[in-house]
């Protein structure tokens, strides 16, 4: 394990470059008596895509919810915009511009493709209109009647993140989108990433693919039994390659 000390040190001067839109620093959170995060430390320049890797259960999931008020115990700073959220409520945090899509993408199954689109509110102004969604995603405009149900695991993960881009939110955080897709849908996500960091959306990854991470990531943290062990830039992938294999354990 890397010395907290030098991981805080990593971890700055991975964030130095530019302005920072999300803060996070020494956060704690806790699943009802369970102490999961141990004092959490990153930031997410305005405009790139930041992964956090690690492997399960090491906290990855439940920093997003923490940001987006989800977890009801928290403590230490969350600052969003030179704003601090730490205890707002998620509905106040969505209205900032904060969305997040979990890792069980959360469709209505009773519900066609278009109601599933339609349902979240928006709550800021500049989200996608439809045919922007589609642009993105033309499967769902061809499956737009089907039911939540009908859809292959692609095709949900396509509509999740659909749904949040008509919000208007500009902060994405994505929770495992590539989870058990086929090949084709992976490089069909990456694009779409690419594409929105292109139009100005700033995101925040949780994955356990750094393969995949690798195609679309400025820089990384490693999380780690509810900590941030490591952080390094994207151009540094191939040089901590090593200390990644041991991290994640592949």
């Not at 805080?8 to 996070?24: F, K, M, N, P, Q």
């Not at 928290?74 to 979990?102: H, L, N, W, Y």
């Not at 090949?183 to 959306?201: A, C, M, S, W």
Request: proline share 2%.
């Amino acid at each position: 394990m890397v010395d907290s000390t030098m991981a805080d040190a990593a971890t700055r001067s991975v964030a130095a470059a530019g302005a920072s839109v999300l803060s996070v620093q020494n956060l704690e959170a806790w699943y009802g008596e369970s102490h999961i995060l141990h004092g959490i430390n990153f930031d997410v320049n305005a405009g790139e895509v930041v992964t956090l890797l690690g492997r399960n259960g090491a906290g990855k999931t439940t920093t997003l919810k923490s940001v987006m008020g989800i977890i009801g115990k928290r403590t230490g700073s969350i600052r969003f915009d030179g704003q601090d959220i730490t205890r707002a409520s998620s509905d106040k945090i969505a209205r900032m511009g904060v969305a997040f899509c979990p890792e069980e993408r959360g469709i209505f199954a009773s519900l066609d493709v278009r109601e599933n689109l339609l349902l979240p509110p928006v709550v800021r102004s500049g989200g996608l209109s439809l045919d922007q969604i589609f642009e993105l995603f033309p499967n769902l405009k061809e499956r737009l009647n089907s039911q939540g149900t009908k859809l292959s695991g692609g095709e949900q993960q396509m509509l999740a993140i659909a749904r949040i881009l008509r919000t208007g939110a500009r902060f994405l955080m994505l929770d495992e989108p590539t989870e058990g897709l086929a090949p084709v849908i992976i490089q069909q996500i990456g694009h779409t990433i690419k594409r929105l960091k292109n139009e100005g959306f700033t995101i925040l990854l949780v994955e356990q693919n750094f393969r995949f991470a690798a195609t679309v990531a400025d820089r990384y943290y490693i999380v780690e039994h509810g900590k941030i062990i490591d952080g390094f830039a994207n151009a540094e992938l191939q040089a901590n390659m090593d200390k990644l294999h041991t991290y994640l354990g592949v």
